[in-house]
T-cell receptor, first 113, second 110 residues
């Protein structure tokens, strides 16, 4: 086990709704990154938070937003859900997010109907 | 950003066989990891290896940073080695996160 936890495990939403996913980082890690993995594909980088500030973002629209809290846990929020948002959402924590090992949580599987 | 190419995309082997998975990068990376994704989606860290060679039991990995490729070796395969293997790297400059390849789907038959 990596020490990274995510909740919920599974989630079903309908198109147009909003969703919040949560991640607790490994003890001592101050960087959290979020990834989206569509079926049959490799994970794609959404964004990264370092000490409560977003310091990197992939090619995702603004309706994907996030937060990092003082205890370094994090939330991913997705507004106006679309069918293509159905995917496995993974968070990873690391010491510095740059040259350090990233440890992944078990993921949240989101289905949008 | 960098591009990551993995080969082969699919590999079917008999138990006990050895295998080599390859990962090519379009540019230099300062972070390179190999993962095994289990059927439940968990990405299991195998190696953090931006350069050099490492071994862990039946698995070993080698990264030749100057030539922008990495190899994962699995010896004496077991059925539990089945799954998808990903390599991922991060280029220099900015917090771009890890870029993943499309993975190698490995099936070990008894």
């Amino acid at each position: 086990e990596t020490g990274v936890t995510q909740s919920p495990t599974h989630l079903i939403k309908t198109r147009g709704q909003q969703v919040t996913l949560r991640c607790s980082s490994q003890s001592g890690h101050n960087t959290v990154s979020w990834y989206q993995q569509a079926l049959g594909q490799g994970p794609q980088f959404i964004f990264q938070y370092y000490r409560e500030e977003e310091n990197g973002r992939g090619n995702f629209p603004p309706r994907f937003s996030g937060l990092q809290f003082p205890n370094y846990s994090s939330e991913l929020n997705v507004n106006a859900l679309e069918l293509d948002d159905s995917a496995l959402y993974l968070c990873a924590s690391s010491l510095d997010g740059y040259t350090d090992t990233q440890y992944f949580g078990p993921g949240t599987r989101l289905t949008v109907l | 950003g960098i591009q990551v190419e993995q080969s082969p995309p699919d590999l079917i082997l008999q138990e006990g066989a050895n295998s080599t998975l390859r990962c090519n990068f379009s540019d230099s990376v300062n972070n390179l990891q190999w993962f095994h994704q289990n059927p439940w989606g968990q990405l299991i860290n195998l190696f953090y290896i931006p350069s050099g060679t490492k071994q862990n039991g039946r698995l070993s990995a080698t990264t030749v940073a100057t030539e922008r490729y990495s190899l994962l070796y699995i010896s004496s395969s077991q059925t539990t080695d089945s799954g998808v293997y990903f390599c991922a790297g991060r280029g220099g400059g900015g917090a771009d996160g890890l870029t993943f390849g499309k993975g190698t789907h490995l099936i070990i038959q008894p």
